[in-house]
């Protein structure tokens, strides 16, 4: 048997490129959660950019005053916005985590209710399906419960890490500081440093990455961002007006949350809602929060158009793949950076996916 050692060593140099690149993949997603500070602030300074090149335009400065002035404006309203926002978590994630019990207590009740208003002879389930349907019930329900009370606890704990959070947006706003005045003096420094090959490579594949995944991520960060304003604004709005909305910041966090997985929605949370106000005999509730839905769902078609240019070209059971998969490795998060990673490897392995992976890889030529 005659071995082709130039076929095998074509195919061991393609599966060691691969290797190579998913390790650096990983060890650049490991750096950036490590340095986190510096990923926001750069992802900040990339939503501004536009901002700065319209001052220098317009007022004619130079790129370091049109910098500061823009970085000032952003500062004063992310700093307020988290000063409020930290506050009123705490006081409802405080509050909600004090009546979690009765919540949950009382549902147990509704559900209780609902079953012996049901008419369970017409569907022949003997009494030992139905103590099974009431005991998987209340674990369930009581499932959820410490899932939430856990949750909340982190949340807290997460608030009044003052020491931890200060030092993090502190470095952040250092960073963000730096990267918006002296971009161009930071570029020429890597540019320095690095081989021209590497900046070249590099630099084209940050290029490709920023116009898909950058471009992607702040469309889709602009859309969420607009629909937790509207269903925070509204949720206040139902709150001052009268319907029992008690933790309204809590539920736009939620909703805005669930709104920037992909495939789900906002719909996701609301029509449950909803459904279950109407349950419990509030129909009112239940149809401002359907009110709500429809003007959040018009509000994303009509500005989706204009802020995602294109497809990413992924098809949803990738998606969901990824979501799943960031789920199962790291947890709730999963479900957002999952399909990031997702993009991600798409840009990066885009020549080799084109061609066909196994196919480019194994193929005799």
């Known amino acids: 048997m005659i071995i082709d050692v130039a076929y095998w060593t074509r195919v061991a140099k393609n599966i060691l490129y691969v290797v190579l690149l998913l390790l650096g993949l990983y060890l650049a997603l490991r750096l950036s959660i490590f ?143 730096f990267i918006c005045v002296d971009k161009i003096y930071i570029l020429d420094q890597i540019e320095h440093h690095l081989p ?45 007006t009268g319907f029992n909305i008690s933790y309204p910041l809590l539920m736009a966090l939620f909703i805005g949350f669930v709104d920037a997985l992909p495939i789900l929605g906002s719909g996701t949370v609301m029509v449950p809602w909803a459904a279950i106000c109407a349950i419990n005999g509030d129909f009112n509730l239940g149809i401002a929060i359907i009110v709500l839905l429809i003007i959040m769902s018009v509000a994303r078609q009509v500005l989706e158009p204009k802020l ?6 992924v098809h949803p059971i990738f998606t969901l793949i990824a979501m799943y998969t960031g789920f199962k490795v790291i947890g709730i998060m999963g479900l957002l950076i999952g399909p990031i990673v997702l993009i991600i490897v798409k840009n990066i392995f885009a020549s080799l996916i084109d061609k066909g992976v196994f196919k480019t890889i194994f193929d005799r030529r």
């Open 35 to 177: 340095y986190m500070p510096f990923l926001i602030a750069f992802i900040i300074s990339l939503m501004i950019e536009p901002a700065i090149k319209w001052s220098m335009k317009k007022t004619k400065l130079t790129r370091r005053t049109s910098s500061i002035i823009i970085f000032i404006f952003v500062l004063a309203i992310i700093l307020g916005s988290l000063t409020w926002i930290l506050i009123t978590l705490f006081s409802e994630a405080s509050s909600l985590l004090q009546g979690l019990n009765n919540y949950f207590d009382k549902a147990y009740i509704q559900f209780q209710a609902l079953i012996e208003r049901f008419d369970f002879d017409k569907i022949h389930l003997s009494d030992e399906v139905l103590n099974v349907v009431q005991n998987s019930t209340g674990d369930l329900l009581e499932t959820i419960s410490n899932w939430l009370r856990n949750s909340l606890t982190g949340l807290i704990n997460l608030v009044t890490s003052l020491p931890s959070i200060a030092i993090c947006i502190g470095i952040t706003v250092v960073a963000l500081y």
């Open 196 to 240: 021209k090959v590497w900046v070249k490579k590099i630099g084209s594949h940050l290029r490709d990455l920023i116009q898909t995944l950058g471009g992607y991520l702040k469309a889709e960060a602009t859309l969420v961002l607009i629909s937790f304003i509207i269903s925070l604004i509204g949720l206040y709005i139902l709150q001052f």
């Open 308 to 313: 995602v240019s294109k497809n990413i070209g």
